[in-house]
């Protein structure tokens, strides 16, 4: 009975709920009926009984995971459930041997807390979930001393777990969490039925427990998964849900005609056996993955036709169905993780929140057709979204019991990673699986740390696997081409190759480590050979040993080890602190140091070098052994290629420089010009040019010596060489000047007797935007203080290394040394191959524009804007020549179809480089990739790679922003009185507060139905430390952020002076997330100049404060300002300092400026008294003027693109007397941005006294009528 009345009180829209053992209910308006409200009364105990366990009911995607697992539906008889093993790094994690066990079942105990939908139990009869406090979610940890023993039990509860289908009346959780603990390892066992969460709740559950591994406290969601349905209820009651749902019912019956079938490929073939409906059918894994790098071209060739990556993949599936499968077209479900912002901290909830989408994948040869089809189709799937994929999927079948309506599934969760990458859980590769009921193939797009990857996971009993095989291979095919010919970027391939070649774990750190040690205890060894067992000057060492010519060598050895402790200093010489370890003995360490390199691949020929300078080590000494007959025995190369090739490090450098090189050949429109200096044995030279395969290069091979050159033309025929010395003025012989785009530097410039003289040599022989690759020893090694340093050759240097006696520069010394350029290095800061002592620098040479590029660009602006060629300057502006968005994208057009030198850039990246430094200068940087205003956004390493200045260089998407600030206050001003009406949003201005809405705010309550919001700064917001640049960026996105999670589905945006250009910005994010936002900028524009004169803003301040100038002891004539400003603008500068005011000021304004107190803080002590003024004290003033002049650079600083948004601007009638044309700049600044359409209307009032008085009252009514009504329903 109770069972029947929820559900009739459901249907009627009336929700109850208990609190406090009190039972509550909200209805609309005239659906609580007499009937309703006698029943409820009469069975209220039975009511408050049932909501006990706080009940809700399952979503529509959850309800069809219920249901297919049962074996009465075609292709049923499964769970939909995720499976993955993880290697656990608890010694990374600070976890002993002993604690193992029980850390991490203390881990998991916090994220089971945390998570209450890890409790959930489901009641299959009445379709309703809810969390049992009292289920206990426990971790199974099983700790084997043996380690087979260990591999063996993990196998077994793999097997155990892969496939196991969960049963929701069972009284245990829905998931399995496991951990196997062996002798060396600690793997983690999850198994989820994914009634419990999505993709995006797993990667929380992952990320918190690892957290709670690492000592981190896991803090609980804000709200529950239970409040995010209740307040998507509440939602779909309102009238403009119902309005979404009609429109979008209408539209799919429409479009359901048109569909075609959906995607099927051959079936199975047919099995003998009657199968067994009780037993679970078995899955099958196709798995591949794209490098960070392939995956970046693949989406910039996607936004090259205007589409996002999914559409491109879609397309691509569309062509393997088509060539693999009986449908020439056909019709897919895609999922989506559709967390709407309509609750707190909805991307930390726990729970299911996936939504459905069906996507037509249309035939036909022409790719990028089809990639704008599926866009198109997938857009407006996504806008007639009220009507999920699962309601149109049963309008396809007459019976979803008889056959499976969409078999085929595409699963896209790249977007939905927004976690930062575990610290203590590895993926194991190859031990995911996933299965679907009612899915006969899951096609899953997910992201890696250093990629994405793609896995089909298909019912054995389904398609036919030999058909699955070929189509998969198919498939991963077409994403790789698709991704070959995108935008190329070199630090995204450097990044890429990071990922690739550099080893993980500390392998090969202990190496180096024990392998320095080893070759010190054989240099002490030979040193108290010398007699250091007692106080000796350095030259007697060096004298005793026969080495007297190396003697600076011999002191270096004396450095290093004093710097370990093994030698000291005496007032009588230098001495052995301890007796040296037998020689015998370091040569077996040494033995046992090549069996560990063999296991990590380390390359065994450098390391028997090594050995053979050690075990030779008195010969090199006196002379009696030649360093190059070991180096080149008999002539041959072998062992040279070994110490600059074939070694872990050197493979690791080289490819990644052959990765970079091989990233601006792909950029190039003519060939790549590359000069090798000292390629010597060509250890580089190999990798390069095998990476370089097949792309049209120019490749100088140059060296001192005709025997490398000889050997590199017979090896490589490809290439030319030359002699060329590093140390020699003259460029190689025979160049015209034409400059290189790549110059390769691998272990040479040590040889330069002036490296920093040597760089500018060749930096003048690079292109513009060309760039160094420089490969170099980086820190002191004693390895090559026994091998390589015997070399001749190494000794005459005139830079800072004739200080130390060094032949390398250390890392601090190369940062020195390339201060002035942009530079990425690797290995990254903190990486093990960092003891490893040699770096990779990609420097960027001149990014100056060429003239002939600027009088190009100039040329095609000139045509655009109809302006004489001989007007642009290089800093010529596009906007103020009166150019507006529509020219600027015709105007792009014309520059990539026309320059040939034009990287090939997608359009959307060019027109905003371009909107951010609209000069014929910075066209020039958009169009070459050397945009410096942008940083990467590409997959990154773990490990940032080492940035030993500031620039950046390499071209790629959006700014990455500063941080946001810490709090957004967002003040709650005047409360709502209609639920579903739009509110009002007062944006702060450049003081941080909403001191100038004081009065608008009291005549808004009597206007308003939606309520006011104020936005402010709060307190410690670290809102001073955000650049200038960057202000406006980063505090929209903050403040859009803030508003969404308000949750209305409309807004109206109000700002005042500055606040306007961040009310603007703020509207085009909340539009991008499908919240409708409404502009009213009130007084407000960008300031077209920077104001550098400290009187002058302090003049403003008083002004801003509305206090009078006089007050800070500045006592001008506010017209004579006016017009000292005004004739600054007409001159052309954009920077106002003293200087330039004291050139176009009278007189009598110089005076009076220069009559003001001399400083800041004797001026606001001006402005205050003695006694402080409205409780305003010294140190207040100086950070509200702080605050001030951080706003008004970032308002002359503000640079960002046209608005789409209609927009309402209400411009003061009065002009203020200092700036005189105040409305009239305002309007047209106005007007150029808001392409979307602008109204303006006049108010009464300057800009300080518009929303005062009665002024206020007008204003307030004006903005009740400019926000937009929403559908309003009666508040019980």
Partial sequence: MIDHLHRRLTAAGIELWRDSGRLHYRAPHGALTDEFRAAILANRDALLADLSRESFPLTEIQAGYLVGRTAAYADGGVGCQGYHQFDLDLTAAGVSAADRASAVRAAWGQVVDAHPMLRMRIDPDRFEQW???????????????????????????????VWHVYDPSEDRPLLDAAVVLGENTAVLHLSVDLLVTDYVGIRTILDDFDRALGGGAVRRPAATFREYLQADRRHRATCEYRALRRSAEEYWSRRILEMPAPLRFPPAPTQ??????????????????????????????????????????????????????????????????????????????????????????????????????????????????????????????????????????????????????????????????????????????TPLPDGVAIDWDSRDDGFDPDVLDAAFIDFVARLRRAAETGEPDVETALAAAHARLAPTGRAVAELAADSEQTVRQIVAWHLARAGMDRPLPV????????????????????????????????????????????LDESFEQWRHIRRRAADIDYGDRQLAYVEDCLRSLEGLLNGSVDPLALLFPDGEFDVARAAYDDNLVARYLNGLCAAGIRAAAESARSPLR???????????????????????????????????????????????????????????????????????????????RDIPAALDRLRRLLRPGGALAIIDSTAPSAALMATMEFKDGLEDSRDVRAESGSPFLLLPQWREVLAGDAVIAYPPTGHALETAGQHLFWVAGNTSPSPDALRQVA????????????????????VELGGDSLLLARCVGRLRRELDWAEPSAWDRVYRRIVADPTVAGCVAALTGRFAGETPNADRPDTEPARLNAPQWVAVAEPTPAAAPADVRLIELVAPTVSSATPIVLVHDGSGGLGPYRELIGELAAHVDGGVYGIERSPGDGYLDIPVEQLFTVLQR??????????????????????????????????????????????????????????????????????????????????????????????GHRTIDATVVADHAPEGLTDALRAAPPTVADRVRSALGTDGRDGITDDVLLGMRETFVHSVAAVAAWRQPVMLTPATFLRQEKPMSYLPSLGEDMSAFWRSHCVGGLGVIDVAGDHFTCLTGENAQNVAQLLAELTPLGCEREVR
Wanted: charged share 20%; hydrophobic share 45%; glycine share 8%.
């Fill in 674 to 752: 590359i000069l090798e200096v000292g390629g010597g044995v060509g250890g580089t030279t190999r990798t390069v040019l095998a990476e370089l395969a097949g792309y049209h290069v120019d490749y100088l091979f140059t060296d001192v010596s005709r025997f490398f050159l000889d050997a590199a033309a017979r090896q490589w025929p490809q290439i030319r060489t030359a002699m060329f010395d590093v140390n020699d003025d003259a460029g190689p012989p025979g160049e015209t000047g034409e400059g290189f785009d790549v110059i390769l530097c691998a272990n040479v410039l040590h040889n330069a």
């Fill in 272 to 445: 003998d056996a009657v199968p067994d409906r009780h037993i679970s059918p078995s899955y099958s894994r196709r798995s591949q993955r794209l490098s960070s790098g392939e995956w970046e071209r693949l989406c910039a060739n996607a936004a090259e036709l205007e589409a996002t990556p999914v559409a491109l993949i879609l397309a691509e599936l569309g062509a393997v169905a088509a060539a693999h499968s009986p449908n020439a077209a056909a019709t897919v479900m895609m999922t989506r993780v559709d967390r709407r912002p309509i609750v707190a901290d909805v991307e930390r909830i726990v729970g299911d929140f996936t939504s459905t989408l069906v996507v037509s994948l249309p035939s036909g040869n022409d790719r990028d057709a089809a990639v704008r089809a599926v866009r198109d189709d997938v857009f407006a799937g996504l806008e007639y979204a009220a009507f999920s994929g699962m309601e149109v999927a049963r309008r396809l079948a007459d019976d979803a019991r008889t056959e499976t309506v969409m078999p085929v599934v595409v699963t896209y969760t790249v977007d939905a990673a927004g976690s930062r990458a575990p610290r203590y859980l590895t993926p194991r590769a190859g031990t995911g699986r996933s299965r679907t009921p009612q899915v006969l193939l899951d096609i899953q797009i």
């Fill in 1038 to 1131: 903050s403040y859009a952020r803030s508003l969404l999670n308000l949750g209305p589905s409309s807004f109206h945006l109000v700002g005042f002076c500055m606040g306007g250009l961040i009310a603007a910005g703020t509207a085009t994010l909340l539009e991008s997330h499908g919240v409708t936002a409404a502009v009213t900028v009130i007084s407000s524009y960008r300031i077209p100049f920077r104001l550098a004169d400290e009187v002058l803003t302090d003049y403003a301040f008083a002004k801003a404060l509305g206090w009078h100038p006089a007050d800070f002891g500045i006592v001008v004539d506010d017209d004579q300002v006016g017009q000292t400003l005004t004739a600054i603008r007409a001159a």
């Fill in 859 to 878: 040329q095609i602006w000139s045509e655009v804007l109809d302006v004489p060629v001989d007007q642009l300057r290089p800093d010529s502006d596009f």
């Fill in 131 to 161: 969390v049992d406090a009292t289920l206990d979610v426990p971790l199974e940890v099983t700790e084997y001393p043996d380690q087979a023993a260990a591999d063996q039990a993990g196998a077994q509860l793999g097997d155990r777990l």
């Fill in 539 to 582: 030259e007697e060492v060096a004298r005793r040993l026969g080495a007297a010519r190396h003697t600076p060598l011999v002191r270096r050895w004396i450095d290093e080890l004093t710097a370990t402790g093994m030698v000291a200093h005496g007032d009588h010489g230098i001495y052995l602190t301890a007796p040296p370890v037998p």
